[in-house]
């Protein structure tokens, strides 16, 4: 069986950050995702989805996300039940996050892609690698992912504005 759900959205309120009885993180927020389409009106929707994290990371996400940042979540589906103070069954389907990508500079509210927080893999390795940025580098001008030394100015696909002249067999499509 396959459960498995990634989401990019804003944040629509600061994470509320609890502690179990036996001391376990867990935070808990709402991320608000645009749906790919718009409605007759001509506007974009959006789904508000219940994100649940625990442990180091929920520290994390409460202490560097706030209202209107923008998180990359990976985790699962969950649904549970319970009966409220009315004795009614309330039925909740959240996201139980395995990973919280923060995509924005800390005190950002458009644009960036900088993760602050570790994943489960990255906590024992103790590197945070950027979004969408060779392993080990934090977006420093001198990157090094495995691939060698370079300066993010020797980018040999950055012209002058000029086209690029590759010939098409070249091309491994």
Same mark, same amino acid.
């Given at each position: 069986m396959i459960? %498995?759900?990634?989401?990019v959205?804003r944040?629509?309120? &600061?994470p509320?950050?609890r502690?179990? /009885?036996?001391?376990i993180a867990? /935070?808990? !927020?709402?991320?608000?995702?645009? %749906?790919? !389409?718009?409605?007759?009106?001509?506007? %974009?929707?959006? &789904?508000f @989805?219940? @994100?649940?994290?625990?442990?180091? $990371? /929920?520290? #994390?996400?409460a202490?560097?996300?706030?209202k *209107?940042?923008l998180?990359?979540?990976d985790?699962r589906i969950q649904?549970?039940?319970f009966? #409220?103070?009315?004795? %009614?069954?309330i039925?909740m389907t959240?996201?139980? /996050?395995e990973?919280?990508?923060f995509?924005?500079?800390r005190g950002?509210?458009?644009?960036? *892609?900088? $993760?602050y927080? #570790?994943?489960?893999?990255?906590?024992?390795?103790?590197?945070g690698?950027?979004?969408?940025?060779?392993a *080990?580098? $934090? *977006?420093s001008s #001198?990157?090094s992912?495995? !691939?060698?030394?370079?300066?993010s100015? &020797?980018d040999? !696909?950055?012209?002058?504005?000029?086209? @690029?002249d590759? =010939?098409?067999d =070249?091309l491994p499509?």
């Open positions: 459960n %498995r759900v990634v989401l959205g944040l629509t309120k &600061d509320e950050l502690y179990t /009885a036996n001391g867990v /935070a808990t !927020f709402t991320l608000a995702v645009n %749906r790919p !389409f718009s409605n007759q009106q001509g506007n %974009r929707e959006a &789904d @989805i219940n @994100i649940v994290v625990w442990r180091k $990371q /929920a520290e #994390n996400a202490n560097f996300l706030k *209107g940042s998180a990359g979540v985790g649904t549970r039940s009966d #409220n103070n009315e004795g %009614r069954r039925f959240e996201v139980v /996050a990973s919280v990508q995509l924005e500079p950002s509210s458009q644009g960036g *892609g900088q $993760q927080g #570790n994943t489960p893999d990255q906590q024992s390795s103790g590197s690698s950027g979004y969408g940025s060779p *080990g580098s $934090q *977006g #001198n990157q992912g495995g !691939f060698g030394q370079s300066s100015n &020797d040999p !696909f950055a012209g002058e504005g000029k086209p @690029i590759i =010939d098409d =070249d499509f």
